[in-house]
């Protein structure tokens, strides 16, 4: 077998094991993610501040061809415990995971951060669909960055002892590009102000590092 072939079928191992306990962690991750994030919208306990406007917020057009990068952040989340293949892993995922979300759930509800909305919002259904669902209020820190990061920070600690030479920077371009069009898509479709990103990246930071800091 080539070294592909053995890559191969070492991701398809990792792929196929602890499966009930995985998807016991997606529906964590649907619960303990989507539940409070869409209540705390509706329920602030203060009035609802702004942050400075930045000549990239100014820049950056709104794009809604964006909202596809921008929503594959549900692809990028639960795959990063897939590729986990030890039961500690998914114990420590979960675990910074909790880390990340909770303050950001704390900030939400007791100093809400309004996001960029457009004054007139484009005639295409799926941009739309957004807006009704996604209300502005949760925009700092950007949880959506904080996911992206934390979720990329892990799928690399669990891969990269698998990796090798070529296949290594393969892996490592693929996520690096991923997560960049995601954090550009969450200001292209005006869902957040760059002054979001560098705390949610932070916090998916501190809780990766946590996670792991006796490992």
Known sequence: MTDVDLESAGLADRLSRHLPTKLGVWIGLAAGICVPYFSLQRFHLSAIRSVPVTFVDQAIGL?????????????????????????????????????????????????????????????QPLYRWLLSVD??????????????????????????????????AVVWALGFGWGALILFSTLATK?????????????????????????
């Open 63 to 123: 794009g809604p061809a964006f909202l596809w990068p921008y929503l594959s952040i549900a692809l990028l989340v639960p795959l990063a415990p897939l590729l986990a293949r030890t039961r500690e892993e998914l114990s420590r995922y979960s675990r910074g995971l909790a880390l990340l979300c909770i303050p950001c759930f704390a900030i939400f509800a007791l100093f809400p951060v309004e996001g960029p909305r457009p004054a007139l919002p484009p005639e």
């Open 135 to 168: 209300r502005p209020g949760n925009s700092l820190p950007s949880l959506h960055a904080g996911l992206t990061i934390y979720s990329l920070l892990f799928a690399w600690r669990v891969l990269r002892d698998d990796l090798a030479g070529r296949n290594r």
């Open 191 to 215: 869902q957040h102000w760059l002054a979001d990103l560098p705390p949610g990246a932070l916090l998916a930071w501190a809780a990766y590092r946590i996670s792991w800091r006796d490992a």
